[in-house]
């Protein structure tokens, strides 16, 4: 199971693809100052396959996102940072897609652009 988690951890999941349990968001909102900061997640993958991701956000002027594209074997987890430059509060939102990982993949990037996403978590990114 891929699971993104909170610091701190919220307590529902969302997720837009029903057919891929083994992806889930413990996040139900990321929630950051409009006038800016960073929050940590932890992405889990609970799963027995390695899985490859590729991180979306609807608002690239005031998000970044680190890592954007990256791997998560089975079993193991990865630290996904969300910062928040200054601006206006607004409502936005995080999507995560997963596939699995080829074997031989080495550059997540690349791999994933000739992948078919097997799922995704979507989360609301906040600014108060």
Avoid at 16 to 30: C, F, G, H, I, R
Avoid at 36 to 60: C, I, P, W
């Amino acid at each position: 199971m891929a699971s993104l988690t909170a610091d701190p951890p919220a307590t529902s999941v969302r997720t837009t693809n029903e057919a891929t349990d083994n992806q889930t968001l413990s996040s139900d909102v990321v929630v950051l100052p409009a006038a800016g900061g960073t929050s940590t997640h932890k992405l889990v993958n609970g799963g027995a396959e390695k899985l490859m991701f590729k991180v979306k956000s609807s608002n690239n002027n005031e998000y970044r996102i680190k890592p954007v594209f990256g791997f998560v074997d089975a079993g193991g987890s990865t630290d996904l940072v969300v910062t928040r430059l200054a601006g206006a509060p607004k409502e936005d939102k995080l999507v995560v897609h997963f596939a699995p990982a080829p074997a031989d993949a080495t550059d997540a990037q690349a791999a994933f652009g000739s992948a078919q996403p097997s799922g995704s978590v979507t989360t609301p990114l906040t600014a108060s």
